[in-house]
């Protein structure tokens, strides 16, 4: 198994291109780049009822709308990462942003779900190559006394941008069109562009390597099965052989993936570097924290918009306390980890998210501003940790000469966590729904439904969206639909938060098995 190199941090005036014109104009650069990556994983959810209106889209065309982009993130982080190191992290993070910039134009162009979702997985594949270069770029602009403040920044970014996605949404959508969610990366996109190339300085690995190609085909094949298994279950059924033959796919390909990993001259992914429990324990931390985050603001969105009726910019301000929140706890985090370690803090953090969803499982139909803001404010505390630990249990407990990958894998987890809380609860929502729509329909008084009816009607109110009535039907029918419809939703929620609850309490208890990551003299660069 081939291991990367990875040595201290470059001076300025090194084989990299010399020194910057400024490294803190590098980090507006990146930081930009990286604003808009994390955004757009966000900021539609605030978007998604009024695509399904105007596009007619289906709930599981709307999660494909955000998983197709956080999984094509999340397969190519790592690859980006090496062609980084071989054609170099400038010209991998320009070739980046004006794809990204590019895409975002053809979805706001986009006149039919089918493309939006093509041009969101593209945008995914543009953004995995933001992100691992504009950490290298950093690494090499920053002398390394300054470096950890510039890596702060650029984390606190990355939460705050994640966190803000709903209001900015709200806003824009409101106020403008859902287009405009996609068009603002347009002009972000050409300033970033400008000041990248005109300050930032080439940096590329003195060893080169090489990608393995054929772990990215399996990875991203098995990675494709398993959330089109997931999303497209509901609509197939769990034991369709449809479902179970994408579920059959998952677990071969994966195997051979890993089978592969073992063989190639340089992996992909060493699995290696799995030997550490902190290392793995870390992973597994984002992927929930991730799940937490995406699937919590996907759902929500419908019930505010759906359930409650409130327009778009609304909904983005009921969410206001998490992105406020983001701001004071991250650097709270921070402090809070330097003093007692990531252990007890994480720990903590994942207690805390446990009890945010518990208080959103159990929002009413009419629930009030503070039933949400304070489950929200929560939220915000109870994720920081999670990620602003995540460098130092997982990179910082990782082989040195890993450094790299396991930064790569850092982001992947991330991404991955998304994509999965946004397929999982949107498949647990959709089956309540489905179970829950005969009996508050029988309770209304309304007529029995058929299981075709259910199976039409389902995907619709999943959405928190009322089927809609034959013209002419009385007043207080159409309004016994609703409720009925709204009620059905709610028990998808409740359900849906309350096994997220447990899924947080188990992070808790992981995260006491992790540790501090190592103290280098300097910080590290991955070179290939």
């Known amino acids: 198994m081939a291991h990367a190199k990875t040595v201290a941090a470059p001076p300025p005036e090194s084989d990299t291109g010399g020194k910057s014109r400024s490294p803190w104009l590098t980090l507006l650069a990146v930081a930009l780049g990286v604003i808009m990556v994390m955004l757009d994983g966000t900021v539609v959810g605030i978007a998604s009822p009024v695509i399904a209106k105007e596009l007619g889209a289906s709930l599981q065309d709307l999660q494909w709308v955000t998983s197709g982009y956080l999984l094509a993130l999340a397969v190519f982080l790592i690859t980006a990462g090496k062609l980084g190191d071989l054609f170099g992290h400038k010209r991998t993070f320009v070739v980046g942003i004006v794809g990204f910039t590019i895409t975002s134009l053809a979805i706001g162009l986009s006149d039919s779900i089918g493309w939006l979702i093509a041009f969101r997985v593209a945008q995914g594949l543009f953004g995995a190559l933001i992100q691992p270069a504009a950490l290298a770029l950093l690494r090499s602009a920053f002398p390394p006394e300054k470096l950890n403040m510039a890596i702060g920044i650029w984390g606190s970014a990355i939460g705050v941008s994640s966190a803000a996605g709903p209001v900015v949404g709200g806003l824009l959508v409101e106020n403008v069109s859902w287009q405009s969610v996609f068009f603002i990366n347009v002009p972000v996109g050409i300033i970033a562009l400008a000041v990248a190339l ?270 809609p009535s034959p013209p002419g039907t009385p007043q207080n029918i159409v309004d016994a639909i609703a409720n009925a419809s709204h009620l059905s939703f709610m028990d998808g929620l409740e359900f849906a938060f309350t096994v997220s609850t447990g899924v947080a309490i188990v992070a808790a208890l992981l995260a006491l098995f992790v540790k501090a990551g190592r103290k280098d003299d300097g910080p590290t660069v991955h070179m290939g």
């Open 198 to 467: 005109w300050v930032i300085k080439e940096s590329r690995a003195k060893s080169l390597s090489r990608i393995d190609w054929l772990g990215v085909v399996l990875l991203s094949g098995a990675m494709f099965c398993l959330v089109w298994a997931i999303i497209k279950a509901p609509e197939y059924g769990w034991g369709d052989t449809r479902t179970l033959a994408f579920l059959g796919g998952t677990l071969v390909l994966g195997a051979a993936f890993v089978f592969w990993q073992t063989k190639a001259q340089q992996p992909l992914l060493p699995l290696g570097i799995f030997r550490n429990v902190s290392v793995s324990v870390g992973t597994v931390l984002m992927v929930l924290m991730a799940f937490a985050m995406f699937g919590a603001m996907f759902f929500l969105t419908f019930y505010f918009q759906g359930v409650h009726g409130l327009s778009p910019l609304d909904a983005g301000l009921r969410m206001l306390p998490m992105s406020a929140g983001m701001i004071v706890a991250s650097p709270l985090a921070g402090f809070a980890i330097g003093k007692l370690g990531p252990r007890i803090t994480i720990s903590a953090g994942m207690l805390i998210t446990a009890t945010s969803m518990f208080l959103l499982s159990r929002l009413s139909m009419e629930g009030g501003y503070w039933e949400t803001a304070l489950p929200f404010a929560l939220l915000a505390f109870g994720l920081s940790p999670v990620m602003v630990g995540a460098t130092e249990i997982i990179v910082g407990n990782a082989p040195r000469d890993l450094s790299g990958v396991a930064s790569g894998m850092q982001q992947s987890a991330m991404q991955v966590g998304g994509t999965l809380g946004t397929a999982i609860l949107g498949a647990m929502v959709a089956a309540k729904v489905g179970e829950s729509l005969p009996g508050h329909y029988g309770d209304a008084g309304l007529p029995a439904l058929t299981p075709q009816q259910v199976d039409l009607m389902e995907s619709m109110v999943s959405t928190g969206m009322v089927p």
